[in-house]
């Protein structure tokens, strides 16, 4: 996809880190700048022509990334959960067993 924009293209961190890419002193123009998202905060910015293709779509991949932690994360804690209760169930059972 960069390079059917003709590579006029950059993608760099928070800190200015050219993460894919030229510099982007060759391609330095806010009217061509747009930042990648995270939950509604910024965690790089896309520069050149076709910018806005580019910062749409790894904002989109960003956004999924995060759902697929979350979900990791609750279905962690469910199992968590579930194994309290089985090792409950089964310290009341060795109880009764006693």
Same mark, same amino acid.
Request: proline share 2%; net charge negative; charged share 20%.
């Given at each position: ?50 910018? &806005? ?42 109880? &009764?067993?006693?």
């Amino acid at each position: 996809m960069i390079s059917q924009l003709n590579g006029a293209i950059s993608i760099e961190d928070l800190e200015g880190n050219i993460l894919l890419g030229k510099s982007k002193g060759v391609l330095n123009n806010p009217e061509l700048s747009l930042p990648l998202l995270s939950e509604g905060v910024a965690v790089g910015y896309v520069h050149g022509v076709g910018a &806005d293709i580019i910062a749409h779509l790894v904002t989109f991949l960003i956004q999924k990334e995060a759902e697929k932690r979350r979900l990791g994360s609750e279905v962690l804690n469910l199992y968590q959960e579930l194994n309290v209760i089985y090792n409950f169930f089964r310290t009341v059972n060795s109880d &009764d067993r006693a």
